[in-house]
């Protein structure tokens, strides 16, 4: 199994900036097996994909944030940051960590509960 933790979501003025945290964890779970996302889902809107850190290091970036947000890995806490700079209203939405690992002839595609992000003045 594989659990999933996100944090740092909060209200923040235009133009600000936020951090958000994912906490990885799972007896079969493996960091460098697992491609980690960010995604968001604004109200009444789908799910979108934000930005992604494959294992082999390569990361992706929807175009709405791309040259204001960054995506990082830490290997040793087991962990996927998403830094949020120059945040518009338009970012608001609820924030969901995804990780996707083959192991054991399956794949595991587990999310976490989501975080909200409230971009308002």
């Known amino acids: 199994q594989v659990l999933l933790r996100e944090s740092g979501g909060e209200l923040a003025q235009p133009g600000g900036s936020l951090s958000l945290s994912c906490l990885a964890a799972?007896?079969?779970?493996?960091?460098?097996?697992?491609?980690m996302g960010w995604y968001r889902q604004a109200p009444g809107k789908e799910r979108e994909l934000v930005a992604s850190?494959?294992?082999?290091?390569?990361?992706k970036y929807a175009d709405f944030v791309k040259g204001r947000f960054t995506i990082s890995r830490d290997k040793a806490k087991h962990a996927v940051y998403l830094q949020m700079n120059r945040l518009e209203p338009e970012d608001t939405g609820v924030y969901y960590c995804?990780?996707?690992?083959?192991?054991?002839?399956?794949?595991?595609?587990?999310w976490g509960q989501g975080t909200q992000v409230t971009v308002s003045s």
């Open positions: 850190a494959s294992s082999d290091g390569t990361t």
């Open positions: 799972g007896t079969i779970f493996i960091f460098d097996l697992a491609d």
């Open positions: 995804n990780s996707k690992m083959s192991r054991f002839g399956r794949l595991y595609d587990t």
